[in-house]
Nanobody, 115 residues
Framework: QVQLVESGGGLVQPGGSLRLSCRASENIFNFNTMGWYRKAPGEERELVASINVGGKINYGDSAKGRFTISRDGARKTVDLQRNSLNPEDPAVYYC?????????WGHGPQVTVSS
């Protein structure tokens, strides 16, 4: 059974930095795609960023220029970095992974932006 365990998140001050990490229970290159989505209260879940097995990166429209996704095969992780958090960024951030037509999701850490 594939497991995805996220870390990071919590309370961040406005203008602060965020780094989320998603660790997979197996080789991340077994997945066709991994990435990050987020869901804010009252909003639809939206793509933040994804990376496919070949390394192609795709950012959601609201995330372009604001987030950076990266991966580390040795650590089996896909990370999401965001500097200068603003009031648009609080949400639950989910780490999905896809193998062919099967989708797996992490538990989704909450990110709160507050002073």
């Amino acid at each position: 059974q594939v497991q995805l365990v996220e870390s990071g998140g919590g309370l961040v001050q406005p203008g602060g930095s965020l780094r989320l990490s998603c660790r997979a229970s197996e080789n991340i290159f077994n997945f066709n795609t991994m990435g990050w989505y987020r869901k804010a209260p009252g909003e639809e879940r939206e793509l933040v960023a994804s990376i496919n097995v070949g390394g192609k990166i795709n950012y959601g429209d609201s995330a372009k220029g604001r987030f950076t996704i990266s991966r580390d095969g040795a650590r089996k992780t896909v990370d999401l970095q965001r500097n200068s958090l603003n009031p648009e960024d609080p949400a639950v951030y989910y780490c999905p992974a896809t193998i062919l037509s099967r989708h797996y999701w992490g538990h989704g850490p909450q990110v709160t932006v507050s002073s």
